[in-house]
């Protein structure tokens, strides 16, 4: 079997801990499979790079940033492969310019545009377990690009199309995917399946476990993705087509994301066009605009609320300098966070959304903006009463069953 393996940032979160992940890897090779194995950094390094370069400014060059965080999957890479060949196996470490990964030119959060299967087939052919750093490509250019937060699992999911493995695993520190993050409502049920539909909601809304362009490409290459626990045998979490689940329950999971901001605009002049030409520029500028709220007008005025990554609020802020002539005020609030509630069964059936508000109401919990889909509600509420909303949503819908 062709398996690609990734490790995250708890995994390999200290020289033991990567011995521990080339034992595993071992078991897998004296199995007979051969081995693709993509790693994270050691969990904090990423974090760490990035304040580094905050302590010399506030908005560094993003060519720069790609330079400088793609270096701590490098460290991994190089350590796994060398824990590896200590042990008579061979390996070889690859950065993502080696493994043949070519992205656009967006800085910090990159998209992959092509991978050439040749490099780690090669060393696979060979023998060898090739351990590529997550996270990371290289633009026709040349320059260093990374993926985004999470990016890693993105990185073995392209690799697992690209080589036609038979499974992506992606390793991580709880035992798979929960109906809701299990650190925040220790009653959460690990998931035996899920389907990728439902999962790319719960990661796009929050839910790290998997970043959200992993589910997304694992979809639409086909890839059999499974996540599980580093640190114990325990079975993980497949993630199916939904016709390969029996049972749909109306909700499947509760996630989380305290990392939006939310830009208010008050006194918006109303008229046709000043819409396009304000979330224009925002496009323009990169900037991933989430939840949209417009009031109805009032002579001639309008209220506009919008969420945006925490990371991309000093950006927006620029951004909407432009149009201070077409509002009265703005506000920028980082103190809230959404939580949301996935469920394709919400597809046929009425009053989740009404349960929803009930519960919320109970814990008097003020909700700022609502939005839904097909198969999701987010709720925004302050930051201070979200993980109290997370379990309180998660107990009405009888998650904990
Ligand atoms: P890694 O470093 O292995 O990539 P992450 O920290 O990115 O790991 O993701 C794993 C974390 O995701 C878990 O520790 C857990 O706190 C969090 N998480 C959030 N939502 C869920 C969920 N629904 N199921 C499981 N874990 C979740
Ligand atoms: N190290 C990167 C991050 O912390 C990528 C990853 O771990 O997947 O976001
Ligand atoms: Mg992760």
Excluded: W
């Excluded at 200290?14 to 993509?38: E, F, P, Y």
């Excluded at 299990?182 to 999962?199: F, G, Q, T, V």
């Excluded at 993980?236 to 909700?251: F, K, R, S, Y």
């Excluded at 005025?301 to 509002?327: C, H, M, R, S, W």
Aim: proline share 2%.
């Amino acid at each position: 079997m062709l398996v690609v393996q990734k490790f995250g940032g708890t995994s390999v979160g200290d020289l033991d801990r990567i011995q521990n992940v080339a034992n595993r890897v071992k078991k897998s090779v004296d199995a007979g499979d051969q081995v693709v194995v993509v790693v994270s950094a050691m969990s904090g390094e990423t974090n760490k790079l990035i304040d580094y370069a905050h302590y010399y400014s506030k908005t560094p060059s993003v060519r720069e940033m790609d330079l400088l965080l793609s270096s701590g999957e490098r460290v991994t890479s190089a350590l796994l492969a060398i824990a590896l060949q200590e042990m008579g196996i061979a390996s070889v470490a690859m950065s993502g310019r080696q493994a043949g990964i070519t992205t656009d030119g967006i800085h910090t959060k990159a998209r992959i545009e092509m991978i050439d299967p040749e490099p780690i087939l090669r060393q696979t052919r060979n023998g060898s377990v090739v351990v590529v750093a997550g996270f990371q490509g290289i633009t026709q250019e040349g320059d260093v690009t990374t993926l985004g937060r999470g990016g890693s699992d993105l990185t073995a999911v392209a690799i697992a199309g690209a080589i036609k493995a038979d499974l992506c695993e992606i390793f991580t520190d709880v035992d798979g995917v929960y109906t809701t993050d299990p650190r925040i409502e220790p009653l959460a049920k690990k998931l035996e399946k899920i389907s990728y539909d439902e999962m790319l909601e719960l990661a796009s809304l929050g839910a790290k476990v998997l970043q959200n362009r992993s589910v997304e490409m694992a979809k639409k290459l086909n890839v059999k993705l499974v996540t599980r626990n580093s640190f114990n045998e325990n079975e993980g979490t497949l993630i199916v087509n939904e016709e390969e689940i029996m049972e749909q329950p109306i909700v499947s999971g509760i996630a989380l994301d305290k990392n939006q901001a939310r830009v208010t605009l008050r006194g918006v002049t109303d008229r046709p066009g000043i819409a396009a030409e304000i979330f224009g520029a925002l496009a323009a500028a990169n900037i991933n605009v989430d939840m949209i709220v417009q009031n109805v007008g009032d002579s001639g005025k309008t209220n506009l609320g919008f969420t945006v990554p925490k990371t991309e609020l000093i950006a927006a802020q620029k951004a909407i300098e432009g149009f201070k002539k077409d509002f009265d005020s703005v506000d920028f609030d980082n103190n809230i966070a959404k939580v949301s509630i996935v469920g394709v069964g919400m597809k046929s059936h009425s009053g989740v959304a009404a349960k929803a508000f009930t519960s919320l109401s109970n814990e008097n919990i003020n909700i700022l903006m609502i939005g839904t889909s097909e198969i999701k509600i987010s709720v925004v509420v302050h930051e201070k009463y979200s993980e109290l909303a997370v379990r309180s949503l998660h107990a009405a819908y009888e998650l904990d069953k």
